[in-house]
């Protein structure tokens, strides 16, 4: 089978099946969805996927390692998915 999520970089065998999962087979898939879309879809569908693989999907759309990705932007995607993220209640 012919993949083209696993021919990015920092996509493998698992990260694509989720990827897989929900909706999203292509990199044009991932590019429009953006990488807290995607991130969130896989997290919603109950998947146990960690930050690295938002940071892997930011980074796989830049063709880069997703350690190479600036602390900044790393940041910058937290803090997007914070604001899409519902809003938790404080229990008493």
Excluded at 32 to 43: E, M, S
Excluded at 55 to 73: C, G, K, Q
Aim: positive net charge; hydrophobic residues 40%; glycine residues 6%.
């Amino acid at each position: 089978m012919n993949d083209e999520l696993q021919h990015l970089r920092n996509l493998g065998k698992t990260s694509a099946q989720w990827l897989h999962a929900v909706g999203i087979h292509s990199a044009s898939d991932l590019r429009r969805l953006g990488a807290v879309g995607a991130y969130q879809a896989v997290k919603s569908r109950g998947f146990r996927a960690s930050k690295v693989l938002l940071y892997s999907i930011e980074a796989a759309l830049l063709d880069m390692h997703w350690n190479d990705l600036p602390v900044e932007r790393k940041q910058a995607l937290d803090e997007q998915l914070d604001a899409k993220s519902p809003v938790q209640k404080k229990s008493k």
